[in-house]
């Protein structure tokens, strides 16, 4: 964002990034230099120390993330969907997505509309064919007892209250 010359605070084009040394530290500023009806006018943005810019931009690029000066609620959601964009380029592995399932539900949770997505039952497509077979009453002496008891189990999962979300692999 720096290097594009995009002010992360306002979002508006700087026309220059202003460094500003106090005491041993630098500060960022962007400068945005406005020519409105024959008045120039000034306006800039505190970005915070450039120290944070330089070791978190480097570190998130693949993310694509720039950690800025201020954090504020605008600022959370739109690294939130810069993360989303990323994660959906990524092949992730099954420990990844259980992970990020995890945290997912907690978003959900602080949103408030936890409720209306349910819990997700993850099975794979045999289990399926077991859950359907249980369910139908037939064929079932062909399944194992193990696989018995566990399209029970996720039936009952699914038929009892509360909106369940199947989720079904492969
Ligand atoms: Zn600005």
């Known amino acids: 964002m720096l290097e594009r010359g995009v002010c992360p605070r306002c979002g508006q084009k700087m026309t220059y990034l202003e460094r500003r040394q106090i005491g041993g530290n630098v500060y960022l500023y962007g400068v945005h230099v406005k020519k409105e009806m024959k008045k120039r006018t000034v306006k800039k943005c505190y970005l915070g ?3 944070q810019y330089i070791n978190v931009s480097h570190m ?13 609620y605008d600022r959370a959601i739109e690294y939130l969907r810069r993360i989303a964009d990323y994660l959906r380029t990524e092949k992730l592995r099954e420990e990844e997505r259980n992970l990020l399932s995890q945290v997912t539900r907690e978003l959900m949770s602080i949103s408030g509309i936890q409720e209306s997505i349910g819990d997700s039952i993850r099975i794979t497509k045999d289990e399926l064919q077991d859950i359907l077979m249980y369910y139908d009453r037939r064929d079932t002496r062909r399944m194992s007892k193990e696989g018995k008891d566990r399209a029970r189990e996720i039936f009952r999962k699914v038929f009892s209250s509360g909106r369940k979300i199947l989720d079904v692999e492969g």
């Open 60 to 72: 998130h690029r693949d993310e694509n993330l720039v950690l800025r000066g201020l954090m504020s």
């Open 49 to 51: 120390p450039e120290s």
